[in-house]
T-cell receptor, first 113, second 114 residues
Framework: EPEVTQTPSHQVTQMGQEVILRCVPISNHLYFYWYRQILGQKVEFLVSFYNNEISEKSEIFDDQFSVERPDGSNFTLKIRSTKLEDSAMYFC???????????FGPGTRLTVL | AQKITQTQPGMFVQEKEAVTLDCTYDTSDPSYGLFWYKQPSSGEMIFLIYQGSYDQQNATEGRYSLNFQKARKSANLVISASQLGDSAMYFCAMREGRGNKLVFGAGTILRVKS
């Protein structure tokens, strides 16, 4: 069964460093999302991406964040200069059509020291 | 105002019994979808069940069913014949319109006792 994959599973970085979180959505899916979950808290939406552009972003998704779909299969989230409060689990999700189910990847746990 | 409310921070259920996890939602969009996800201690988000606002019947997927009461804006998850492996965090989520983000509730931790 096709699934969303994410790499790495765990990333440790120093404050101020850039990180790139990678996702491979399910191959025929058209809608892509990033969410984050700070430990013990609810899942929060970051950004949605459709037709090679951002369709919606949250207040969290400020200028430090960017997304890219560089090659038609990968979907990346870049954090330019990480802060301590960026420590969280980051989930990528994808769905085929506008009314379909979102399937989540296993997440990348980001720890900023 | 909270879009998704899960009022039960934690629940216990005896193995083999049924359990209901509550979820209420708030939206003025006539087209919306309601989702339940399971998050085990390993952290991944596993899709369980979906209910569309226009669906006439309650959704079912194996041991999972969704008690959808549109007038009351509730979408409770019912797990029948609980198993030890059902112990996890359960999130209710809503999508308003089409192609849009999911908004999650705070979650309910379910513990199944043997």
């Amino acid at each position: 069964e096709p699934e969303v994959t994410q790499t790495p599973s765990h990333q440790v970085t120093q404050m101020g460093q850039e990180v790139i979180l990678r996702c491979v959505p399910i191959s025929n899916h058209l809608y892509f999302y990033w969410y984050r979950q700070i430990l013990g808290q609810k899942v929060e939406f970051l950004v949605s991406f459709y037709n090679n552009e951002i369709s919606e972003k949250s207040e969290i998704f400020d200028d430090q964040f960017s997304v890219e779909r560089p090659d038609g299969s990968n979907f990346t989230l870049k954090i330019r200069s990480t802060k301590l409060e960026d420590s969280a689990m980051y989930f990528c999700a994808s769905q085929f059509g506008a009314a379909d189910t979102q399937y989540f990847g296993p997440g990348t746990r980001l720890t900023v020291l | 105002a909270q879009k998704i409310t899960q009022t039960q921070p934690g629940m216990f259920v005896q193995e083999k019994e049924a359990v209901t996890l509550d979820c209420t939602y708030d939206t003025s969009d006539p087209s919306y979808g309601l989702f339940w996800y399971k998050q085990p201690s390993s952290g991944e988000m596993i899709f369980l069940i979906y209910q569309g606002s226009y669906d006439q019947q309650n959704a079912t997927e194996g041991r999972y069913s969704l008690n959808f009461q549109k007038a009351r804006k509730s979408a409770n998850l019912v797990i029948s014949a609980s198993q030890l492996g059902d112990s996890a965090m359960y999130f209710c989520a809503m999508r308003e319109g089409r192609g849009n983000k999911l908004v999650f509730g705070a979650g309910t931790i379910l513990r199944v006792k043997s």
